[in-house]
């Protein structure tokens, strides 16, 4: 899947599948990996917990976007105080 407007695509298209079927486990999982790319980490975390993920699976799937956005944020912060 790629970032952008195809991540906002696939969002909207995943939304609509559990709409139609709200025990779709793996829509759920679809589109809390897609949320990342958008920076909606909070969102991607409850998506994971509704498919029923543990913790530590989901560290390892949005730890790569956790740790980019803290890398920008720390970067943003030496700018800043430059």
Known sequence: MASGGDSDRAIIDFTQAIKLKPDFRNAYINRANAYP???????ALVDFHRAGMYPEKIFLICGSAIL???INCIILLAIYLL
């Open 37 to 43: 790319r958008t920076w909606h980490i909070g969102l």
């Open 68 to 70: 980019l956005i803290i």
